[in-house]
């Protein structure tokens, strides 16, 4: 039997079950968001682990909820509907965007900046605080009108 995990960042969020078809979810998603490039252009895109490997560690190291990964994810679901269908990234899109989807969507469900802090201390041999800052505000200036639209009608956590 599985014993529940109390997740550090989190006081009321319980996981009894494992995060492992949440994340491949997620992975599926992230990598589906729009068409990339597969050609690793930059010295850094030869750096990056597989999607799966990145969401997993970013989720395990960094501490991050469920609620948060979910969050994170009706964002990403909001950003793809509202950008245009021949939209087209680089190689290392699908990282950014779920990079700047977990921030917001941490700020939003915690009101703290340890998963923040968390995220660019360990995506910093990657990406500088500075390139950071900028998927966060780029993923904002297309995602602001609806970061905080009827989230609450998506969110159910079990005390």
């Known amino acids: 039997m599985l014993a529940c995990l109390q997740l550090p960042h989190s006081p009321s969020l319980r996981v009894k079950h494992s995060p492992d078809p949440l ?4 992975t599926l998603n992230v ?11 930059y010295f850094q895109h030869r750096l990056l682990p597989d999607l799966a490997c990145f969401i997993r560690h970013i989720y395990f190291k960094c501490h991050l909820t469920p609620t948060v ?56 041999p990657l990406y500088s605080r500075k390139e ?3 998927m966060e505000r780029s993923f904002l200036g297309k995602a602001a009108v ?8 998506y969110i159910y956590i079990n005390d």
């Open 69 to 124: 990964l979910v969050i994170g994810l009706i964002y990403l679901e909001r950003l793809k509907a509202s950008l245009p269908s021949r939209s087209r990234g680089e190689y290392d899109t699908p990282y950014k965007m779920f990079l700047a989807a977990v921030v917001l969507a941490s700020k939003f469900a915690d009101d703290s900046n340890s998963v923040t802090h968390s995220v660019y201390r360990f995506v910093s």
């Open 31 to 41: 990598d589906t968001l729009i068409e990339c490039s597969k050609k690793k252009t």
């Open 146 to 153: 609806f970061c905080h639209k009827n989230i609450n009608n």
């Open 23 to 26: 994340l491949s979810y997620a």
């Open 132 to 134: 950071l800052n900028e």
